[in-house]
């Protein structure tokens, strides 16, 4: 169980729950087609952007597997962009995580330092095991972040599903508790249990 009490404060970003006065910035980056394009929801409209806004003021705590923290990444008041952790497993100690990004802020590292956070939380204070993240074979951007962050490449899934009209493949990284420990990025990471 984990519960998102308090912002986090990244180098330059600041980690915090979704609220609803964040609605304007989130649809100028998740209405795009651009940033849509490898995921598998379309481009948000004003309706279903302010539904999923809703849902995600919620997702601020892991209770039960299937549960997703959700937060918004806040760069001087403005949101940029939204880094995601979901809790697979309870008895296996995996999860799952995401990151997406508006355009305008992409290429700075931002996305690569707020999904180091995630990894951080999903490690040292939900104690897992292990952490996957997933992305579309031509998504070279999402792949080199989880490249930088130092996951492994376990898997490259051919034509394994029919997305968005046309067969896509899929890439799986992975990282472990251990390696978490042992990587730059953790600092040390003296809270992991795994
Ligand atoms: C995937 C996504 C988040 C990657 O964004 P990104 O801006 O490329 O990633 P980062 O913020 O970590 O930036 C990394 C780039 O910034 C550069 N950079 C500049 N300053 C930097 C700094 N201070 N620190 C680290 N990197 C820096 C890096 O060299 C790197 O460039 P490169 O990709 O040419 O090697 C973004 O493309 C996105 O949101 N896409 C749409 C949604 C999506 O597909 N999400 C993933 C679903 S699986």
């Not at 290429?107 to 180091?116: D, I, L, S, V």
């Not at 046309?166 to 990587?183: C, K, N, Q, T, V």
């Amino acid at each position: 169980m984990f519960q998102f009490t308090k912002p986090v404060e990244t180098a330059r970003l600041t980690l915090r729950p979704f609220a609803l006065g964040d609605e304007a910035d989130m649809l100028e980056f998740e209405s795009r087609p651009d940033v849509a394009r490898y995921l598998y929801n379309e481009p948000r409209t004003p309706e279903n952007n302010a539904k999923e806004l809703a849902a995600r003021t919620a997702q601020t705590v892991l209770l039960a597997e299937k549960d997703a923290l959700t937060l918004a990444v806040d760069l001087d008041g403005k949101v940029i962009g939204y880094v995601l952790l979901v809790w697979l497993s309870e008895e296996h100690r995996q999860g799952e995580f995401g990151f997406v990004f508006n355009p305008e802020f992409q290429g700075r590292g931002y996305a690569t330092e707020a999904a180091a956070e995630m990894l951080r939380i999903g490690f040292g204070k939900l104690g897992l095991h292990r952490i996957i993240g997933r992305c579309d074979v031509r998504n070279t951007g999402s792949a080199r972040v989880m490249e930088r962050l130092g996951m492994r490449q376990e898997a490259h899934f051919r034509e394994a599903e029919i997305f968005k009209g046309e067969w896509g493949g899929e890439l799986h990284f992975a990282m472990l508790a251990s390696e978490w420990r042992a990587s730059p990025l953790s600092g040390g990471a003296e809270e992991a249990t795994a």
